[in-house]
Nanobody, 123 residues
């Protein structure tokens, strides 16, 4: 699976962004998808995950109520809608694919990674 994330940019605090990640290669609908982020000097952290069908989702506490993960298997794309952005949301965001069904939250449970997209939040 090859993954390509996009949609990052500069946004003011309180604003919104929608990240996209397009997959190619192996059947997209056969993998769990996740979003992670990494800020300078920090470890990569879990943001959200979505099941193969899109029927189940999981979020880190930091994004609950503000972030929404979704997928369109017909377009081989997973999305992350981020609302009410805060300065602490600034990071490089990565999409990843996993063969594990149970919405994994650990980076090493993911088999494929895309290049990140930078999100910058200005105050």
């Amino acid at each position: 699976v090859q993954l390509q994330a996009s949609g990052g940019g500069l946004v003011r605090a309180g604003g919104s962004l929608r990240l996209s990640c397009v997959a190619s290669g192996r059947a997209f609908s056969s993998v769990t998808m996740g979003w992670f982020r990494q800020a300078p000097g920090k470890e990569r952290e879990f943001v959200a995950a979505i099941s193969r069908s899109g029927g189940s989702t999981s979020y880190a506490d930091s994004g609950k109520g503000r972030f929404t993960i979704s997928r369109d298997n017909a377009k081989n794309t997973v999305y992350l809608r981020m609302n009410s952005l805060k300065s602490e949301d600034a990071a490089v965001y990565y999409c990843a694919a996993s063969f594990i069904l149970e919405l994994p939250r650990r980076p090493y449970d993911y088999n494929y990674w895309g290049r990140g997209t930078q999100v910058t939040v200005s105050s």
